[in-house]
Protein backbone atom coordinates (compact mmCIF):
# COMPACT_ATOMS: atom_id res chain seq x y z
CA UNK A 1 0.00 0.00 0.00
CA UNK A 2 1.20 3.71 -1.10
CA UNK A 3 0.74 5.95 1.93
CA UNK A 4 0.50 9.91 0.80
CA UNK A 5 2.21 8.57 -2.47
CA UNK A 6 5.16 7.91 0.38
CA UNK A 7 6.39 3.92 -0.43
CA UNK A 8 5.46 2.59 3.08
CA UNK A 9 3.62 0.15 3.90
CA UNK A 10 -0.16 -0.55 6.28
CA UNK A 11 -0.03 -4.23 8.26
CA UNK A 12 -3.39 -5.55 9.43
CA UNK A 13 -3.29 -3.68 12.65
CA UNK A 14 -3.58 -0.93 10.57
CA UNK A 15 0.39 0.62 11.70
CA UNK A 16 2.87 2.27 9.32
CA UNK A 17 5.49 -0.23 8.31
CA UNK A 18 9.01 1.07 7.11
CA UNK A 19 11.64 -1.42 6.22
CA UNK A 20 9.23 -4.48 7.47
CA UNK A 21 9.07 -2.75 10.50
CA UNK A 22 6.21 -1.77 12.61
CA UNK A 23 6.38 2.12 13.62
CA UNK A 24 4.25 1.77 16.48
CA UNK A 25 6.48 -1.48 18.09
CA UNK A 26 9.72 1.00 17.23
CA UNK A 27 8.48 4.05 18.88
CA UNK A 28 7.32 1.82 22.02
CA UNK A 29 11.39 0.08 21.89
CA UNK A 30 13.21 3.58 21.52
CA UNK A 31 11.04 6.20 22.38
CA UNK A 32 9.97 9.90 20.64
CA UNK A 33 11.30 11.75 19.13
CA UNK A 34 13.12 9.46 16.41
CA UNK A 35 14.39 9.28 13.44
CA UNK A 36 14.13 5.68 11.30
CA UNK A 37 15.78 4.94 8.07
CA UNK A 38 15.10 2.57 5.72
CA UNK A 39 18.06 1.16 4.54
CA UNK A 40 17.56 -0.56 1.43
CA UNK A 41 15.83 3.23 0.52
CA UNK A 42 19.31 4.18 0.92
CA UNK A 43 21.12 1.57 -1.37
CA UNK A 44 18.53 1.61 -4.10
CA UNK A 45 19.09 5.54 -4.44
CA UNK A 46 22.53 5.04 -4.25
CA UNK A 47 22.80 2.14 -6.85
CA UNK A 48 20.44 4.96 -8.84
CA UNK A 49 23.63 7.11 -9.66
CA UNK A 50 26.26 4.71 -9.40
CA UNK A 51 24.78 1.65 -11.69
CA UNK A 52 23.81 4.53 -14.89
CA UNK A 53 27.15 5.73 -15.06
CA UNK A 54 28.28 2.05 -15.06
CA UNK A 55 25.46 1.37 -17.57
CA UNK A 56 26.36 4.25 -19.71
CA UNK A 57 30.44 3.49 -19.40
CA UNK A 58 31.18 6.53 -18.60
CA UNK A 59 34.00 7.20 -15.74
CA UNK A 60 31.96 8.90 -12.74
CA UNK A 61 32.54 9.48 -9.01
CA UNK A 62 29.51 9.70 -6.68
CA UNK A 63 30.55 11.60 -3.38
CA UNK A 64 27.90 11.33 -0.99
CA UNK A 65 27.31 15.19 0.63
CA UNK A 66 27.71 13.92 4.35
CA UNK A 67 25.78 17.22 5.53
CA UNK A 68 22.72 15.89 4.77
CA UNK A 69 23.22 13.36 7.43
CA UNK A 70 26.86 12.74 8.94
CA UNK A 71 26.97 9.22 11.26
CA UNK A 72 29.81 6.52 11.41
CA UNK A 73 26.79 3.53 10.42
CA UNK A 74 26.10 6.21 7.72
CA UNK A 75 28.95 6.50 6.59
CA UNK A 76 29.09 2.49 6.16
CA UNK A 77 26.46 2.83 4.18
CA UNK A 78 28.06 4.90 1.71
CA UNK A 79 31.31 3.11 1.82
CA UNK A 80 29.54 -0.39 0.92
CA UNK A 81 27.51 1.21 -1.88
CA UNK A 82 30.95 1.93 -3.24
CA UNK A 83 30.26 5.73 -2.88
CA UNK A 84 32.55 8.60 -2.04
CA UNK A 85 32.21 10.82 0.24
CA UNK A 86 31.95 14.90 0.67
CA UNK A 87 32.65 16.51 3.59
CA UNK A 88 32.66 19.90 5.06
CA UNK A 89 34.55 19.99 8.73
CA UNK A 90 37.05 18.09 10.92
CA UNK A 91 34.11 16.74 12.40
CA UNK A 92 32.62 15.11 9.25
CA UNK A 93 36.08 14.35 8.31
CA UNK A 94 36.50 12.90 11.74
CA UNK A 95 33.53 10.61 11.61
CA UNK A 96 34.74 9.34 7.99
CA UNK A 97 37.85 8.22 9.84
CA UNK A 98 36.00 6.74 12.23
CA UNK A 99 34.10 5.06 9.66
CA UNK A 100 36.92 3.18 8.31
CA UNK A 101 35.50 4.83 4.98
CA UNK A 102 38.92 5.07 2.38
CA UNK A 103 40.58 8.34 2.88
CA UNK A 104 41.40 8.33 -1.52
CA UNK A 105 37.89 8.77 -1.90
CA UNK A 106 37.08 11.68 0.47
CA UNK A 107 36.62 15.07 -1.02
CA UNK A 108 36.99 18.20 1.47
CA UNK A 109 34.61 21.49 1.03
CA UNK A 110 33.91 24.43 2.79
CA UNK A 111 33.97 28.20 2.28
CA UNK A 112 36.14 29.14 5.07
CA UNK A 113 38.66 25.93 5.53
CA UNK A 114 40.69 26.36 8.88
CA UNK A 115 44.64 25.74 8.79
CA UNK A 116 43.61 22.25 11.35
CA UNK A 117 40.81 21.35 8.59
CA UNK A 118 43.21 21.47 5.54
CA UNK A 119 45.99 19.91 7.76
CA UNK A 120 43.79 16.91 9.04
CA UNK A 121 43.17 16.62 5.32
CA UNK A 122 46.41 16.65 4.18
CA UNK A 123 47.84 14.51 6.98
CA UNK A 124 45.21 11.18 6.61
CA UNK A 125 45.81 11.68 2.71
CA UNK A 126 42.51 12.50 1.69
CA UNK A 127 41.94 12.29 -2.44
CA UNK A 128 40.75 16.00 -3.06
CA UNK A 129 40.19 19.03 -1.39
CA UNK A 130 37.95 21.68 -3.74
CA UNK A 131 39.80 24.85 -3.27
CA UNK A 132 37.41 28.01 -2.70
CA UNK A 133 39.35 31.02 -2.19
CA UNK A 134 42.60 32.76 -2.70
CA UNK A 135 43.53 32.64 1.15
CA UNK A 136 42.76 28.79 0.76
CA UNK A 137 45.24 28.39 -2.11
CA UNK A 138 47.76 29.98 -0.15
CA UNK A 139 47.49 27.82 3.26
CA UNK A 140 47.01 24.77 1.23
CA UNK A 141 50.64 25.50 -0.67
CA UNK A 142 52.32 25.76 2.41
CA UNK A 143 50.94 23.16 4.36
CA UNK A 144 51.70 20.66 1.46
CA UNK A 145 55.33 22.22 1.41
CA UNK A 146 55.96 21.78 5.04
CA UNK A 147 54.93 18.11 5.26
CA UNK A 148 56.57 17.90 1.76
CA UNK A 149 54.15 16.01 -0.07
CA UNK A 150 50.99 17.00 -3.15
CA UNK A 151 47.10 16.92 -2.94
CA UNK A 152 45.21 16.95 -5.95
CA UNK A 153 42.46 19.86 -6.32
CA UNK A 154 39.76 21.19 -7.82
CA UNK A 155 38.46 25.01 -8.11
CA UNK A 156 35.44 26.03 -7.10
CA UNK A 157 33.32 28.52 -9.51
CA UNK A 158 30.68 30.13 -9.52
CA UNK A 159 29.04 29.55 -13.07
CA UNK A 160 26.53 32.32 -12.54
CA UNK A 161 23.36 29.85 -12.98
CA UNK A 162 20.47 30.33 -10.77
CA UNK A 163 18.84 27.50 -9.77
CA UNK A 164 14.96 26.97 -9.67
CA UNK A 165 15.10 26.91 -6.04
CA UNK A 166 14.77 28.74 -3.12
CA UNK A 167 16.76 31.99 -2.25
CA UNK A 168 18.65 31.18 0.66
CA UNK A 169 19.96 27.61 -1.04
CA UNK A 170 20.86 28.96 -4.67
CA UNK A 171 24.27 28.85 -4.31
CA UNK A 172 25.65 28.66 -8.02
CA UNK A 173 24.79 32.37 -9.15
CA UNK A 174 27.54 35.48 -9.36
CA UNK A 175 26.54 36.50 -5.29
CA UNK A 176 27.46 33.73 -3.62
CA UNK A 177 29.99 33.14 -0.60
CA UNK A 178 30.83 29.97 -2.45
CA UNK A 179 33.76 29.72 -5.07
CA UNK A 180 35.74 32.21 -7.85
CA UNK A 181 33.85 33.94 -9.90
CA UNK A 182 34.16 33.23 -13.69
CA UNK A 183 32.31 36.71 -14.99
CA UNK A 184 34.81 38.80 -13.26
CA UNK A 185 38.65 37.23 -13.83
CA UNK A 186 38.72 35.80 -10.03
CA UNK A 187 38.61 32.13 -11.92
CA UNK A 188 41.63 33.16 -14.59
CA UNK A 189 43.62 34.55 -11.43
CA UNK A 190 43.10 31.36 -9.23
CA UNK A 191 43.92 28.98 -12.44
CA UNK A 192 47.15 30.68 -12.82
CA UNK A 193 48.19 29.84 -9.49
CA UNK A 194 46.98 26.17 -9.52
CA UNK A 195 48.12 25.36 -12.88
CA UNK A 196 51.83 25.38 -12.30
CA UNK A 197 51.63 24.87 -8.21
CA UNK A 198 54.57 22.70 -7.77
CA UNK A 199 52.71 21.13 -4.80
CA UNK A 200 49.21 21.46 -5.88
CA UNK A 201 47.96 18.72 -8.45
CA UNK A 202 44.92 20.67 -10.18
CA UNK A 203 42.49 18.05 -11.54
CA UNK A 204 39.71 20.49 -12.37
CA UNK A 205 36.19 22.42 -11.88
CA UNK A 206 34.06 22.17 -9.64
CA UNK A 207 30.62 23.81 -9.09
CA UNK A 208 26.98 23.63 -6.94
CA UNK A 209 23.99 25.73 -8.51
CA UNK A 210 21.52 24.75 -5.48
CA UNK A 211 19.34 22.85 -3.85
CA UNK A 212 16.39 20.95 -3.85
CA UNK A 213 16.49 21.20 -7.97
CA UNK A 214 13.65 19.50 -10.11
CA UNK A 215 15.10 19.87 -13.92
CA UNK A 216 18.18 19.10 -15.91
CA UNK A 217 18.66 22.64 -17.34
CA UNK A 218 20.36 24.30 -14.86
CA UNK A 219 22.96 21.60 -14.41
CA UNK A 220 23.31 21.43 -18.40
CA UNK A 221 23.67 25.06 -18.70
CA UNK A 222 26.14 25.14 -16.16
CA UNK A 223 28.37 22.31 -18.32
CA UNK A 224 28.11 24.20 -20.79
CA UNK A 225 29.50 27.42 -18.98
CA UNK A 226 32.15 25.43 -17.74
CA UNK A 227 33.44 23.90 -21.23
CA UNK A 228 33.72 27.56 -22.37
CA UNK A 229 36.14 28.66 -19.73
CA UNK A 230 37.84 25.57 -20.21
CA UNK A 231 38.11 25.90 -23.67
CA UNK A 232 39.97 29.26 -23.15
CA UNK A 233 42.28 27.54 -20.83
CA UNK A 234 43.13 25.02 -23.10
CA UNK A 235 43.98 27.22 -26.09
CA UNK A 236 46.01 29.37 -23.75
CA UNK A 237 47.68 26.95 -21.69
CA UNK A 238 46.98 23.34 -23.18
CA UNK A 239 44.46 22.62 -20.05
CA UNK A 240 42.42 19.03 -20.03
CA UNK A 241 40.11 18.67 -17.35
CA UNK A 242 40.36 15.23 -15.44
CA UNK A 243 37.83 15.73 -13.44
CA UNK A 244 34.46 17.87 -13.74
CA UNK A 245 32.40 17.90 -10.32
CA UNK A 246 28.86 19.10 -11.20
CA UNK A 247 27.74 19.11 -7.90
CA UNK A 248 23.99 18.21 -6.55
CA UNK A 249 21.47 19.70 -5.29
CA UNK A 250 19.12 16.64 -7.11
CA UNK A 251 15.35 17.09 -5.51
CA UNK A 252 13.09 14.87 -3.66
CA UNK A 253 9.55 14.55 -2.79
CA UNK A 254 8.16 16.30 0.63
CA UNK A 255 4.84 16.92 -0.59
CA UNK A 256 2.45 16.82 -3.65
CA UNK A 257 3.66 20.31 -4.64
CA UNK A 258 7.23 18.61 -5.47
CA UNK A 259 7.77 16.76 -8.71
CA UNK A 260 11.50 15.19 -8.63
CA UNK A 261 12.92 13.29 -11.30
CA UNK A 262 13.71 9.90 -11.09
CA UNK A 263 17.76 9.98 -10.09
CA UNK A 264 18.86 7.42 -12.72
CA UNK A 265 17.70 10.84 -15.44
CA UNK A 266 20.16 13.05 -13.57
CA UNK A 267 22.82 10.56 -13.94
CA UNK A 268 22.19 10.21 -17.71
CA UNK A 269 21.89 13.49 -19.14
CA UNK A 270 24.84 14.65 -17.23
CA UNK A 271 26.85 11.74 -18.75
CA UNK A 272 25.27 12.89 -22.18
CA UNK A 273 26.39 16.80 -22.14
CA UNK A 274 29.49 16.51 -20.34
CA UNK A 275 30.65 13.32 -23.26
CA UNK A 276 28.79 15.97 -26.21
CA UNK A 277 31.34 18.98 -24.44
CA UNK A 278 34.05 17.02 -24.49
CA UNK A 279 33.53 15.59 -28.11
CA UNK A 280 33.18 19.32 -29.36
CA UNK A 281 36.65 20.60 -27.62
CA UNK A 282 38.16 17.26 -29.04
CA UNK A 283 39.25 16.31 -25.50
CA UNK A 284 38.96 13.50 -23.31
CA UNK A 285 35.86 12.78 -21.44
CA UNK A 286 36.40 14.10 -18.01
CA UNK A 287 36.02 12.08 -14.97
CA UNK A 288 32.36 13.26 -13.61
CA UNK A 289 31.82 13.72 -10.36
CA UNK A 290 28.35 14.60 -8.46
CA UNK A 291 27.41 15.34 -4.70
CA UNK A 292 23.70 13.76 -3.88
CA UNK A 293 22.93 13.99 -0.15
CA UNK A 294 19.36 14.80 -0.26
CA UNK A 295 18.79 12.77 -2.58
CA UNK A 296 20.04 9.54 -1.33
CA UNK A 297 18.78 9.70 2.45
CA UNK A 298 15.81 12.07 2.11
CA UNK A 299 12.68 9.92 1.63
CA UNK A 300 14.42 6.83 3.21
CA UNK A 301 14.15 8.56 6.43
CA UNK A 302 11.05 9.18 9.01
CA UNK A 303 10.53 10.97 12.08
CA UNK A 304 8.13 9.67 14.85
CA UNK A 305 6.65 11.51 17.43
CA UNK A 306 4.17 11.48 20.24
CA UNK A 307 1.14 13.45 19.93
CA UNK A 308 0.21 15.16 23.15
CA UNK A 309 -1.57 18.19 24.07
CA UNK A 310 -4.10 19.56 21.73
CA UNK A 311 -5.98 23.15 21.12
CA UNK A 312 -8.82 24.41 19.54
CA UNK A 313 -9.18 27.79 18.33
CA UNK A 314 -13.15 28.10 16.95
CA UNK A 315 -13.35 29.32 13.38
CA UNK A 316 -9.12 29.72 13.12
CA UNK A 317 -7.02 26.76 13.72
CA UNK A 318 -6.83 23.12 15.28
CA UNK A 319 -3.79 22.31 17.31
CA UNK A 320 -1.73 19.09 18.28
CA UNK A 321 1.75 19.20 19.71
CA UNK A 322 4.46 16.26 19.36
CA UNK A 323 6.99 15.89 21.73
CA UNK A 324 10.14 17.53 19.55
CA UNK A 325 9.90 20.13 16.64
CA UNK A 326 12.44 22.54 15.65
CA UNK A 327 14.96 20.92 17.93
CA UNK A 328 15.01 17.97 15.41
CA UNK A 329 13.89 19.44 12.47
CA UNK A 330 14.57 22.60 11.88
CA UNK A 331 13.77 23.05 7.88
CA UNK A 332 10.10 24.20 8.76
CA UNK A 333 10.98 26.96 11.12
CA UNK A 334 14.26 28.27 8.77
CA UNK A 335 13.06 28.26 5.45
CA UNK A 336 9.31 27.33 5.52
CA UNK A 337 9.66 23.53 4.15
CA UNK A 338 7.03 21.31 4.02
CA UNK A 339 6.05 18.06 4.89
CA UNK A 340 3.69 14.96 5.35
CA UNK A 341 2.26 12.82 7.96
CA UNK A 342 0.31 10.47 8.70
CA UNK A 343 -0.83 9.36 12.63
CA UNK A 344 1.36 5.73 12.50
CA UNK A 345 -1.17 3.65 14.61
CA UNK A 346 -4.15 5.18 12.30
CA UNK A 347 -2.47 4.84 8.88
CA UNK A 348 -5.64 3.09 7.70
CA UNK A 349 -7.80 5.61 8.75
CA UNK A 350 -9.59 7.96 6.46
CA UNK A 351 -8.55 12.21 7.72
CA UNK A 352 -11.78 13.38 9.02
CA UNK A 353 -10.51 17.60 9.61
CA UNK A 354 -7.18 19.08 9.96
CA UNK A 355 -5.00 19.64 12.81
CA UNK A 356 -1.38 21.84 12.77
CA UNK A 357 1.35 20.37 13.76
CA UNK A 358 2.88 22.50 16.57
CA UNK A 359 6.57 21.91 17.79
CA UNK A 360 7.47 21.95 22.20
CA UNK A 361 10.16 24.80 21.31
CA UNK A 362 9.14 28.29 23.41
CA UNK A 363 8.74 29.81 19.77
CA UNK A 364 5.89 31.10 17.92
CA UNK A 365 7.41 29.70 14.71
CA UNK A 366 8.02 26.15 15.49
CA UNK A 367 5.14 24.82 13.65
CA UNK A 368 6.02 21.57 11.95
CA UNK A 369 3.15 21.16 9.15
CA UNK A 370 -0.18 23.18 9.17
CA UNK A 371 -3.41 22.66 7.94
CA UNK A 372 -2.44 18.18 7.96
CA UNK A 373 -5.50 16.12 7.10
CA UNK A 374 -5.60 13.33 9.81
CA UNK A 375 -7.72 11.21 11.08
CA UNK A 376 -9.28 12.09 14.85
CA UNK A 377 -6.03 12.54 16.81
CA UNK A 378 -5.79 11.97 20.54
CA UNK A 379 -2.47 12.03 23.10
CA UNK A 380 -0.55 9.18 22.93
CA UNK A 381 -0.55 8.48 19.17
CA UNK A 382 2.28 8.51 16.99
CA UNK A 383 2.36 11.26 14.57
CA UNK A 384 4.99 9.86 11.55
CA UNK A 385 6.67 12.73 9.17
CA UNK A 386 7.68 11.63 6.17
CA UNK A 387 10.86 12.59 3.93
CA UNK A 388 12.98 13.91 7.27
CA UNK A 389 16.07 11.98 6.43
CA UNK A 390 17.81 15.14 5.37
CA UNK A 391 19.18 17.95 7.60
CA UNK A 392 16.81 16.60 10.04
CA UNK A 393 19.46 14.93 12.64
CA UNK A 394 22.38 17.12 10.64
CA UNK A 395 20.90 19.98 11.83
CA UNK A 396 19.39 18.96 15.37
CA UNK A 397 20.02 21.24 18.28
CA UNK A 398 19.80 21.98 22.23
CA UNK A 399 17.19 25.02 21.98
CA UNK A 400 15.39 25.01 25.39
CA UNK A 401 18.20 22.59 26.31
CA UNK A 402 16.63 19.55 24.57
CA UNK A 403 18.38 16.30 23.95
CA UNK A 404 18.81 15.14 20.85
CA UNK A 405 16.45 12.15 19.42
CA UNK A 406 17.89 8.69 18.78
CA UNK A 407 18.57 7.40 14.85
CA UNK A 408 17.90 3.89 14.10
CA UNK A 409 18.27 2.02 10.99
CA UNK A 410 15.93 -0.89 9.70
CA UNK A 411 16.49 -3.53 7.03
CA UNK A 412 15.22 -7.31 5.80
CA UNK A 413 13.14 -6.61 8.87
CA UNK A 414 15.53 -5.82 11.60
CA UNK A 415 16.11 -2.91 13.66
CA UNK A 416 19.52 -1.35 14.88
CA UNK A 417 20.33 1.65 16.79
CA UNK A 418 22.66 3.77 15.07
CA UNK A 419 22.66 7.16 17.34
CA UNK A 420 21.69 6.50 20.90
CA UNK A 421 19.57 9.19 22.20
CA UNK A 422 21.25 11.51 24.49
CA UNK A 423 20.62 11.92 28.01
CA UNK A 424 20.17 15.38 30.25
CA UNK A 425 23.43 14.58 31.64
CA UNK A 426 24.64 14.73 27.72
CA UNK A 427 23.37 18.18 27.46
CA UNK A 428 24.96 19.47 30.25
CA UNK A 429 28.55 17.87 30.20
CA UNK A 430 30.49 20.66 28.42
CA UNK A 431 29.08 23.07 31.49
CA UNK A 432 31.05 24.06 34.20
CA UNK A 433 30.22 25.74 37.67
CA UNK A 434 31.14 29.43 38.50
CA UNK A 435 32.38 30.29 41.56
Wanted: with cysteine; net charge negative; proline share 4%.
Amino acid sequence: MIVDNHPYEVNQEGHLEIGGMDTVDLAEKYGTPLYIYDVKAIRENCRAFVQTFEELDIRAQVAYASKAFSSIAMVQVAKQEGLSLDVVSEGELYTALQAGFPVEKIHLHGNNKSIEELSMAIQHDIGCIVVDNFLEIDMIGKLLEKYDKKMDVLMRVTPGIESKTHKYIMTGNEDSKFGFNLQNGQADEAFTKLFEHPYIQFKGLHCHIGSQIFETEGFLLAAEVLFKQIAVWNEKYDFVPEVLNLGGGFGIRYTGEDSPLPLNQYAEKLGAAVTDFASKLDIPVPEIWIEPGRAIVGNAGITLYSIGSTKSIPGVREYISVDGGMTDNLRPALYQAKYEAVIANKADKEPTGQSSIAGKCCESGDMLIKDLPLPEPETGDILAVFSTGAYGYSMANHYNRIPKAAVVFVEDGKDQLVVQRESYKDVVKNDLTYE
